[in-house]
Nanobody
Framework: QVQLVESGGGLVQPAGSLRLSCAAS????????MGWYRQSPGNERELVAH???????NYADSVKGRFTISRANAKNTVYLQMNSLKPEDTAVYYC?????????WGQGTQVTVSS
């Protein structure tokens, strides 16, 4: 059974930084593409960043230049470094692991950007 556990969320002031982590277990981590999604109240869940098992990355336009996704295969962990945070980045952030047509989700971690 694949399990994903996110951590690192919290309250941060505008222009601040946070790093989210997602630890995976129950699978061969380096085979999966990994991603971060977010959802805020009243909005649909959206893809924030994605990293393939080859290390290739892509980002939502709204976070390009501010967020960086990375992975540490030896630690079965994917990260999302978030800089220059804005109030509109406030959301629950979810980690995903994808292998073929199967996608697994974590439970989410709240990020609140507010002064």
């Amino acid at each position: 059974q694949v399990q994903l556990v996110e951590s690192g969320g919290g309250l941060v002031q505008p222009a601040g930084s946070l790093r989210l982590s997602c630890a995976a277990s129950g699978t061969i981590f380096n085979m999966h593409a990994m991603g971060w999604y977010r959802q805020s109240p009243g909005n649909e869940r959206e893809l924030v960043a994605h990293i393939g098992n080859d290390g290739s990355t892509n980002y939502a336009d709204s976070v390009k230049g501010r967020f960086t996704i990375s992975r540490a295969n030896a630690k079965n962990t994917v990260y999302l470094q978030m800089n220059s945070l804005k109030p509109e980045d406030t959301a629950v952030y979810y980690c995903t692991a994808t292998l073929g047509r199967t996608q697994y989700w974590g439970q989410g971690t709240q990020v609140t950007v507010s002064s």
